[in-house]
């Protein structure tokens, strides 16, 4: 594999930059649905690593936005593109909690396989309007172990990947994160950033959940409301990340373009009025300079075909105005 080329988001076409996302979806996709068949496969999951890293670093605003259009949009291939999303939020978080380098590729390596042993019938499900048959369960119920096991077999030997892997399911102890061992440490990372990404992703038997709803779903109430994961993931992408829509106390509709400098300022684009029209012209608008404020997150799906939008020109605007204006 080469090394991606990737254009300068103000350069790229929004087509373009989609376009190399969805090819590492598309090449993720064939590694995990048949990696018996693949030379050297613990290389070339780190192949796949470091071109998730190589778009991430031109503009991770820019990266995220497209990530979140893919997860709330897809269905078909559910098991990659919910890979992608899980190992995208796993690097996010990586940084935000100074993870050692070892353990950030540790944790990446295990999003990216971790449901090795069922790609294909995570496939099915996602598609799949009736429940899981008895033969689906138990494939369910094993396929952490199964696939850590697996993963030795192909040649992995980093054993905090495989630890992580195997145990991803299993309860882990209610502790602070430094005071756990690091594949427990890394276990309770992926097993908050799994709910998260399959939440904000829609099944053949329900909607997507919004993310704010997402995000209240995994940090609970009372003890729960400090999770420590939790919080760090709404610090790092933003309670609304780029590529969510929101409603405004205005009563206006807009889309989330780029983080803001805390988690719940966003730069946003209205797209719709108080009264449900389509804008002819999108409004960028920075909510850190004040109102209108964001009121709450809305499901993809209320927004598909009332919204058609130049997802370029509104990245390009929101991009030029950060550099001009800050976020």
Not at 30 to 43: D, G, I, M, S
Not at 204 to 226: F, M, N, P
Not at 299 to 315: G, K, M
Request: charged share 20%; with cysteine.
């Amino acid at each position: 594999m080469q090394p991606t080329a990737v254009p300068h988001p103000q350069e790229a076409e929004y087509e373009d930059l989609l376009g190399l996302w969805s090819e590492l979806e598309a090449g993720l996709s064939t590694l995990l649905l048949r990696p018996r068949q693949v030379a050297e496969f613990p290389r070339k999951v780190r192949q796949y690593d470091r071109w998730m890293q190589d778009l991430l670093q031109h503009d991770m605003d820019t990266g995220l936005y497209l990530l979140y259009q893919l997860a709330a949009n897809r269905t078909l291939g559910y098991s990659s593109a919910h890979a992608l999303v899980c190992s995208v939020l796993c690097h996010v978080l990586a940084a935000e909690l100074a993870l050692p380098p070892a353990e950030r590729d540790s944790l990446v390596g295990a999003a990216l396989t971790m449901n090795l042993a069922m790609t294909a019938l995570q496939n099915r499900l996602a598609e799949q309007a009736e429940a899981p048959t008895a033969e689906q369960k138990a494939q369910i119920d094993e396929h952490a172990h199964a696939g850590g096991a697996l993963l030795e077999r192909l040649g992995v030997d980093d054993a905090l990947w495989l630890q992580v892997v195997a145990s991803h399911h299993d309860a882990l102890p209610v502790a602070a994160l430094d005071s756990l061992a690091p594949a427990q440490r890394l276990g309770r990372i992926l097993q908050v950033v799994d709910r998260y990404a399959a939440m904000i992703s829609p099944r053949k038997t329900r909607a997507a959940r919004s993310v704010i709803e997402t995000v209240r779903a995994l940090l609970g109430r009372g003890e729960g409301a400090r999770e420590p994961v939790g919080m760090a993931l709404v610090r790092a992408v933003g309670l609304c990340p780029p590529g969510s829509f929101v409603r405004l106390d205005s009563g206006e509709v807009a889309l989330v373009l780029r983080r803001g400098s805390q988690p719940n300022h966003p730069m946003v684009a209205t797209v719709l009025g108080r009264h449900g029209e389509k804008l002819q012209t999108p409004r960028l608008h920075r909510t850190s300079y004040g109102g209108p404020a964001i009121q709450s997150a809305l499901t993809p799906d209320l927004l598909r075909n009332r919204v058609r939008l130049n997802h370029q020109s509104l990245l390009r605007q929101a991009l030029q105005a950060e550099r001009i204006h800050g976020a």
